[in-house]
């Protein structure tokens, strides 16, 4: 038997040889492992889970927000209407008072407030005062201001306070807050050269006061002076009101006439069951100084009042402030309204 040899050139096979088993190494190492590919899949399953809670914790806090806002709009819809129904109830009480009555007095059905009055989830509250059992504050704005000014400063006096400005210099600051034209009507008043000048700067008014908050804005005015005279004072769109001797508060009464002159007291009492029906009456009665003119500053009916009501329900509430204007022989309307402050 012959032997056939064959002549293998050894270099060559030995890198088959050696590339052969690197690709298998190469191949075995590449090759995934189940246990990686299981970890993987778990911590992306975790991760998606993570992302739908977050995704449903928010569309639940928006959608429940969501309704809490429409429940509240809801409910100040509501408030506001019952307000507007309560308006409307009175501005017809008023007008009814004035076709049966010509004097206007704390004894009238209007003078009596509803303290509390059950409503669907809530209550309301209302309230009619008159205007002008107050100061009227554009008065001072009048072409003859001389007696408003004198009723002003006895006013301010009656408050007792200390510190203040004087009460005649902000009398007159008052009159060019409200007047057009740019000259100071005393040294102690106010035109725009002093306003700009303060931080922030800003400028009079040059019309009449539309509420009584912006007194404050007023040269000499400080918040203690203000918060102490409020409920005394108010800003109608006239400058020759007159106040009601059957509603004004006795700070109000004593500033009618001379500082020193005492009013008969009681009469803040008595009027309630017996309003006077002129000024000449109160005069000869004993109940204000007899030397008194009173025929420019007081009377016994009213044409401006005062609104405020007040409804709750749920967890809101509105407070609305409506100033009636009621005219002698015409229809009252509502000429100004605001909310949450007069």
């Not at 399953?45 to 928010?58: D, E, M, P, Q, R």
């Not at 008052?174 to 306003?195: F, L």
């Not at 016994?300 to 005062?306: G, H, T």
């Not at 409506?322 to 402050?341: C, D, E, K, M, N």
Request: charged share 20%; proline share 5%.
């Amino acid at each position: 038997m012959r032997a056939i040899l064959i002549k293998c050139d050894t270099p060559s096979l030995s890198a088959a040889m050696s590339s052969c088993a690197v690709n298998r190494a190469t191949a075995f190492c590449s090759r995934p492992s189940p246990f990686g590919q299981r970890g993987v899949a778990l911590i992306t399953a975790l991760f998606i889970a993570s992302l739908a809670v977050i995704a449903g914790i928010a569309m639940f806090s928006a959608t429940n927000m969501a309704l809490h806002r429409t429940s509240n709009l809801n409910d100040s819809e509501a408030e506001y209407w019952y307000a507007d129904g309560v308006e409307s109830w009175l501005v017809m009480m008023l007008e009814e008072d004035a076709r049966s009555h010509d004097v206007d007095s704390l004894a009238d059905p209007w003078a009596r407030p509803v303290q509390f009055l059950p409503i669907e989830r809530g209550s309301l509250n209302g309230k009619i005062e008159d205007l002008q059992g107050r100061f009227n504050l554009n008065n001072l704005g009048a072409l003859n201001p001389q007696p408003y000014i004198n009723q002003f400063e006895r006013l301010v006096a009656g408050l007792q306070l200390s510190g203040q400005s004087s009460a005649v210099d902000i009398a007159y600051a008052v009159r060019d807050w409200i007047d057009s034209d740019s000259i100071p009507a005393t040294q102690g008043g106010a035109e725009d050269d002093y306003y700009i000048g303060l931080t922030p700067a800003y400028r009079t008014a040059a019309r009449l006061m539309v509420t009584p908050s912006e007194l404050l804005s007023v040269k000499g005015v400080t918040p203690a002076l203000y918060s102490a005279i409020e409920p005394y004072i108010a800003a109608l769109p006239t400058t020759s009101s007159k106040i009601n001797l059957n509603t004004a508060p006795l700070l109000v009464l004593e500033s009618l006439f001379d500082s020193g002159t005492k009013m008969d007291a009681a009469f803040i009492e008595t009027r309630l069951q017996s309003p006077v029906r002129s000024v000449q009456e109160a005069v000869n009665a004993g109940i204000f100084p007899k030397d008194t003119d009173l025929s420019q500053l007081a009377d016994v009916s009213s044409q401006y009042f005062l609104l405020r009501t007040t409804v709750s329900i749920g967890k809101g509430q509105t407070e609305m402030f409506s100033v009636i204007y009621r005219p002698r022989g015409a229809a009252a309307r509502v000429i100004l309204r605001t909310f949450g402050a007069q």
